[in-house]
């Protein structure tokens, strides 16, 4: 699908989706309620309720507010986000300072208009998304915050209860590494995105699941976003529950809490983390949640700067390197060669962080160019997914049957 046409579709349904749910119970009065016009909601990612949350509890040692779980420790409560929050700057200055080009929500409201008893918004600039990321997240939050209208974070705790365990996702990536000598595969559950449309029509994610985990996959990516990859939750709890064996990463555009306890519900093992998007307090305070609930966390880079940002950050054990320009879609696995070279590869390797290669990868030849490069591990969608036979797919691209 052409990026264009996509964003100009979806650009509408973005306006209708955050008017949409007030619009249809009080049609003009609460869509200034929900719609960031004012900047005052529009402000607030996760980081402002993590940076209000931080504060609180380090000043006044308050209780765990409602849904935010266990106090944030003093390295969060402390760190330098929290203290510029405090002397003013915006969340948005923040992000932007450390070079976050993504808005976590549309930052003016569209002009209003009223024509008889009705309101009508149109679109401008300020409230049309920059790139297709940006779109994403956009859309994203929208559809969090309905989702947890429908399922509340207590809810959701309840579910926990009954997921299936979680299972090591490093471990296993550790594991197949060093029993084939080559990278370990998260092999892709997908079955289209917004820069190459449909890959698979006849899409069976269990039998695409258990395919890949004969083909010697050590672990799984699953595609929950419907609108912009059509996946599901539902898919990643039917390969779960359908007995693979593979830990599973939810691929999804998490930008708040609520997502990893979703995630953990279904039967993930761990998330992924996109650095483009969340400020270091948001990856900070997610992957400190990620460890409460036993998930892995990816967090995602795609240039020095965001390498730089997450090396700066405790505990961090993947990195996952995408060769694929999420603004502009462009494609270039020379990127992984070019964050791991000099004292960036070298504190990855003293550091014992696992590396993973994700994106554009097709050859046995993209496979060894890579892991000259340093990954332990590679991400793979498109060049698996579009096979017949998925599993021939990852002989095929190793160059060797990788399976035993
Ligand atoms: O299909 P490919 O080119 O093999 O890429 C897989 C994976 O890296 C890609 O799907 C991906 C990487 N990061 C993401 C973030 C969101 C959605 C998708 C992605």
Known sequence: MEATSMSASSRFSISRGICSSSAATAPAKRCLDVTPASGVIG????????????VRSQRSEAKDSPGIPSPMSDSIANCVEVREWEMGKTIDEIAASQGITIRRRPPSGPPQHYVGPFEFRLQNEGNTPRNILEEIIWNKDVEVSQMKERRSLVMLKKALENAPPVRDFVGALRASY???????????????????????????????????EEGGAACLSVLTDKKYFQGSFENLEAIRNAGIKCPLLCK?????????????????????????????????YLTKICKILGLAALVEVHNEREMDRVLGIDGIQLIGINNRNLETFEVDISNTKKLLEGARGEAIRERGIIVVGESGLFTPSDIAYVQEAGVKAVLVGESLVKQSDPSKGIAGLFGKDISK
């Open 178 to 212: 060093e029993r084939t000598d080559m990278p370990a595969l998260i092999a892709e559950v997908k079955k289209a995105s917004p820069s190459r449309g449909v890959l698979r029509e006849d899409f069976d994610p269990v039998q695409i699941a258990s395919a890949y």
């Open 43 to 54: 402000r607030r990612g996760l980081s402002q309720r993590v940076l209000r949350f931080a």
């Open 252 to 284: 999804e555009f998490i930008i708040d809490p609520w997502q990893l306890y979703c995630a953990r519900s279904k039967g993930a093992d761990a998330v992924l983390l996109i650095a483009a998007v969340l400020p270091d307090v948001d990856i900070k």
